[in-house]
């Protein structure tokens, strides 16, 4: 699976928005790459998936070069809740080889 | 509830006893995995069922740890003779297919003393 690098930790204040961005040199043709989100005590929760291009909802966006060799998520106007660790991931979307492999993710501090 | 439960919650053990962690998953999804997280690490992949059978157990570390799933829903996480090491949070995931948009448990936070 390909590895990925990201910081290891961001600070922001509140309001502004904040963009984390993935570094996966060895991305695969059928690969996708996912965005999860860690709150303290609780399990990972899924925040967005993306092949190319852009792709929004609302909660983020994630911006793909052609090339693929990075990634950005985009949180809009971040607030406290927004405080967790984000994980880039990079694997097939689908089948035996969906199981998630994680780094150790970027940790968010958002702020007054 | 409509999300992965996992039971219990903490399990605090003694080293060389045996321990079972529950994961009832999302109705219908067929998809189950478990991971296990380390203090200031990412989750770490163990185990994948498909329906009833383990269709990746690549990640389990040795022959201790086992895991079924015999109806195809809930799933059993079962160590042997467990060590210090095996302290650590133990997530559950499931997806309706085996994708990577996955739903995860609570975590049960196992502490071997």
């Known amino acids: 699976l390909a590895k990925t690098t990201q910081p290891i930790s961001m600070d922001s204040y509140e309001g502004q928005e904040v963009n984390i961005t993935c570094s996966h040199n060895n991305i695969a043709t059928n690969d996708y790459i996912t965005w999860y989100q860690q709150f303290p005590s609780q399990g990972p929760r899924f925040i967005i998936q993306?092949?190319?291009t852009k792709v929004t909802n609302e909660v983020a966006s994630l911006f793909i070069p052609a090339d693929r060799k990075s990634s950005t998520l985009s949180l809009p106007r971040v607030s406290l809740s927004d405080t967790a660790v984000y994980y880039c991931?990079?694997?097939?979307?689908?089948?035996?080889?969906?199981?998630?492999?994680f780094g150790t993710g970027t940790r968010l501090q958002v702020t007054l | 509830g409509a999300g992965v439960s996992q039971t219990p919650s903490n399990k605090v053990t003694e080293k060389g006893k045996y321990v079972e962690l529950r994961c009832d998953p999302i109705?219908?999804?067929?998809?189950l995995y478990w991971y296990r997280q380390s203090l200031g690490q990412g989750p770490e992949f163990l185990i994948y069922?498909?329906?009833?059978?383990?269709?990746?157990d690549s990640g389990l570390p040795n022959d201790r740890f086992f895991a079924v799933r015999p109806e195809g829903s809930v799933s059993t996480l079962k160590i042997q003779r467990t060590e210090r090491g095996d302290s650590a949070v133990y997530l559950c995931?499931?997806?309706?297919?085996?994708?990577?948009?996955?739903?995860f448990g609570p975590g049960t936070r196992l502490t071997v003393l």
């Open positions: 069922f498909q329906g009833t059978g383990a269709a990746d």
């Open positions: 109705s219908g999804h067929t998809a």
């Open positions: 995931a499931s997806s309706l297919l085996a994708t990577n948009e996955q739903f």
């Open positions: 993306g092949y190319k």
């Open positions: 991931l990079v694997g097939p979307q689908t089948g035996t080889a969906s199981k998630l492999t």
